[in-house]
């Protein structure tokens, strides 16, 4: 099932995602909570005439550096023994259709598709037998990195953490076997990555357990999970998309800071 997060006339909703032609989507509206017991209501709205929100809103998002061995190499950094892991605040997360801010301390803005988990329910230390039952379903983001506020700063908080940053959607999808899914970022209709979530270093499997030894998660928190060869630089009017096969296309413009 495909799970989206969206506004209409100024009330906030969940639904289901019915339909396979792109103009023709429609909304199911979810009464409940998705990651709980929830009905679909029968109530349905076109998808065209919504606003599609972050298909979560995340307690935090925990995400993972040089999980692919060729994203690594092309910046010159080794894989890392131990995974790195950093946090986007939530104040980086948008949806889908919403602006990337260029921020005003970069000159080198970037793109990195990436698959992102989503959690489903409250757990900790968690087995890796287990996995898969703390795992909501997965969307796709793009964790949006100020290059060189990146290679300046030791903590890359700012680089990784800005607001609009965290681009997750469109939806949630909560059928799909993540294990080996094509993953692709166009910047203005032209491909810049492309790679294979086969290709990951260390599994969703390794990336749970790794992170829930040290904490929390809690449902809607959300894992990116690296991101594959081919970043480069986003300019102000370029529109950037990450798809990721069997879950959906998250697309974002970039604009000038106002
Ligand atoms: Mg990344």
Known sequence: MRIARFSIDGNVAFGAVEGDSPDSLV????????????????TKVPLKKVRLLPPVLPNKVVAIGRNYAEHAAELGNEVPDVPITFFKP???????????EYPSFSDDLHHEAELAVVIGRMCREVPRERVKDVIF???CANDVTARDVQQREKQWARA???DTSCPLGPWVETDVDPGNLA??????GEQRQLGRTSDMI???????????EAMTLLPGDVILTGTPAGVGPLHVGDEVAVTIEGIGTLTNKVIKRG
């Not at 993953?183 to 203005?188: E, G, K, R």
């Not at 260390?202 to 829930?212: G, K, M, N, Q």
């Open 90 to 100: 939530t104040t980086s997360v948008i949806g889908s259709g919403d602006a990337i």
């Open 202 to 212: 260390r599994s969703i499997e390794d990336l749970v357990v790794h992170i829930t």
């Open 137 to 139: 379903g997965y969307t």
């Open 27 to 42: 909304l199911d509206i979810i009464k409940g909570i998705p990651y709980a017991d929830f009905e679909l209501s029968g």
């Open 183 to 188: 993953i692709q970022a166009t910047v203005n």
């Open 160 to 162: 990784k953490g800005f």
